[in-house]
Every structure is written in structure tokens, then in C-alpha cells.
């Protein structure tokens, strides 16, 4: 099982994850698939302005609530958050929230080709003539 990522933003350090309830609840609340979401989010790092408001402020609010926080502790942070440092300065955030979200597990440490992997391979080299 995933687990909920430190993200240092305007609000904070804070756990975030979007589990399936809460990519559910995002696509619900801004009224389009989480691809679309994410779509929007990320062309806006491009330079793009695609990006709905319920886009942001839910995209962050929900991941709160998936790292741990309560829902009225995630409403309040990221309302509190939005005042102070608006809504421009959290579009990376939410594009981050959404990436480690959708985004599989990592294994970083091991390198190494799974074994049926490296079986494989060795199969299909023909030998040395």
C-alpha cells in the first residue's frame, strides 16, 4: 500500500495521498475524470491556464485528508493557505499531489531486473558461434 508523501508547501510540512476514495471524491468535485485534473494541473506548469479552482483547492484538500488529516483540519489549512498564499503559488503542489498519487509504488533500492526477466533475456541471446 502507498503511503502518504511530506510535502513542504505554503501551508506546512504535511502527509498527502490521493487513495480511491479520494480521486473519487476530486472527480466528483470538479465534475471530470482525474485524468482530466491532472491534465489541466500540469499544463499549467507549462505555461497553460486550463486549471479550475476545485482543481486546486479540492486536489489538496482531499490529499490532506488521504495523508491523515481530518476534514476539517484539510478545509481549514487549505483555505487559511489559499488567503495567504493564493492560488498561483499552490498549482505545483496540487500537480505534485496528484503525481505521487497516480503514480505506482517505487522500489528504488533494487535495480536488478526481476528474475523471470533476466531468465527471459538469457533465452532469447543466442549463444557465442
Known amino acids: ?7 513542504n508547501w505554503a501551508g506546512g510540512e504535511n502527509p498527502f495521498l490521493l487513495r480511491i476514495g479520494e480521486m473519487l471524491a476530486l ?3 470538479c465534475g471530470t ?10 499544463l499549467s506548469l507549462a505555461g497553460g491556464s486550463q486549471w479550475h479552482v476545485a482543481d ?3 486536489t489538496l484538500r482531499l490529499g ?3 495523508g491523515g488529516a481530518s476534514r476539517e483540519d484539510a478545509q481549514r ?3 487559511t493557505t489559499v488567503d495567504r498564499a493564493g492560488l498561483m503559488d499552490l498549482v505545483p503542489v496540487a500537480a505534485t499531489v496528484l503525481l505521487i498519487s497516480l503514480q505506482g509504488e517505487s522500489d528504488d533500492q533494487d535495480d536488478d531486473p526481476p528474475p523471470a526477466a533476466d531468465d527471459q533475456k538469457k533465452k532469447e541471446t543466442p549463444p557465442p558461434a
Not at 500500500?1 to 510535502?7: F, H, L, S
Request: proline content about 3%; aromatic content about 4%; hydrophobic content about 50%.
Open 56 to 58: 486546486i483547492t479540492e
Open 33 to 42: 475524470g482525474i485524468g482530466a485534473i491532472f491534465g489541466r494541473v500540469s
Open 1 to 7: 500500500m502507498r503511503e502518504p508523501q511530506m510535502i
Open 27 to 29: 472527480e466528483k468535485a
Open 64 to 66: 490532506l485528508i488521504g
Open 77 to 79: 489549512l487549505v483555505a
